[in-house]
């Protein structure tokens, strides 16, 4: 397997959905090229680092606001 | 009248289908419960996508109020959440629109059509990098590395990856086909890796580094 066919079946195995062939193969690959290592390793932390920290805080007041607007809609047609 | 059949189906639905159904009945609290449960998400779609704060405001309470008065035609065949996730993403498109008037803004906007090549950088990073910088700062890597990504990328990284939406959920809220969805997510998560590396690399000697400012 080249590092060009591994690449293009980085995501099905980040994601977990290739077949348990396909992933001992990729496996194989990835024990033998350090570089393809540090992509897959990286690839999969970078994801984690942005499902795991909260980028954008919801404004104060936001909760609020909002659930005054839908009131007010409420009553109009509700 | 419903049937026994109904209500047990209805019994293996999602919590969601029980709120609507609430809503539907005119118990607004239950409406309250569904922008509970989903405002963060939201709001970090609608800033992801118009990268400016008070328009993520807009877009989430407009998003909502609009969801409210459609409810009627929301489809219990797919999912509440995703159906308002597609609301907000056009919500979202057209305050950009707005803003950027005579320009036209659309999520295939600044692709790149090059596939498929093999990431250059090899440096591995340090063990559990984020922990080198505050949250403050570690925030603002973030926010600067995502919003560096071309918009089709960014958006389809934020609904797949942060989101949680499958790929076929995420080819139908923006109106592309699996493939295009694959091959966006790929670079995008390659990008970011590549981008990120500058902040998480480990360290190397002086004559070595000097890719980050």
Not at chain 2, 67 to 89: C, H, M, P
Not at chain 2, 111 to 120: A, K, L
Not at chain 2, 135 to 164: C, H, M, W
Not at chain 2, 170 to 194: F, M, N, Y
């Amino acid at each position: 397997m080249t590092c060009k066919e591994f690449l293009a079946l980085l995501d099905d195995l980040i994601d977990g959905t290739v077949p348990a062939e396909t992933r001992s193969e990729l496996q194989a690959h990835l024990g033998r090229c350090p570089h393809c290592e540090v992509v897959f390793n990286t690839t999969r932390k970078t994801i984690q680092i942005y499902r795991s920290h909260e980028i954008y805080e919801l404004p104060s007041g936001i909760q609020e606001r909002l659930h005054a607007a839908i009131m007010a809609r409420c009553k109009k047609g509700c | 009248m419903p049937t026994i059949q109904s209500i047990a189906g209805q019994l293996e639905e999602h919590p969601d289908v029980a709120l609507i159904a609430k809503v539907r009945a005119g118990d607004i609290s239950a409406y309250d419960q569904l922008v509970r449960k989903y405002e963060r998400q939201l709001f970090r779609i609608a800033q992801h996508i118009t990268q400016n704060r008070e328009d993520a405001e807009d877009v989430m309470q407009d998003a909502f109020l609009k969801a409210y008065e459609k409810l009627d035609q929301f489809q219990g065949n797919s999912k509440f959440y995703t159906w308002l996730v597609r609301i907000a993403v056009n919500e979202s498109l057209m305050r950009l629109r707005k803003r950027r008037t005579g320009k036209m803004v659309s999520i295939d906007e600044d692709i790149e059509t090059e596939e498929g090549s093999v990431p250059r950088d090899l440096a591995d990073w340090a063990p559990d990098p984020e922990q080198n910088y505050n949250q403050s700062e570690l925030a603002e890597i973030l926010r600067k590395t995502i919003q560096g990504l071309p918009q089709g990328f960014r958006i389809v990284f934020v609904l797949r990856d942060v989101e949680g939406l499958s790929t076929e959920e995420t080819a139908e809220t923006l109106g592309l086909s699996i493939p295009a969805v694959k091959s966006r997510l790929l670079r995008a998560r390659l990008q970011l890796r590549e981008r990120l590396s500058r902040y998480f690399h480990r360290k190397k000697s002086p004559r070595e580094t000097g890719i980050a400012k």
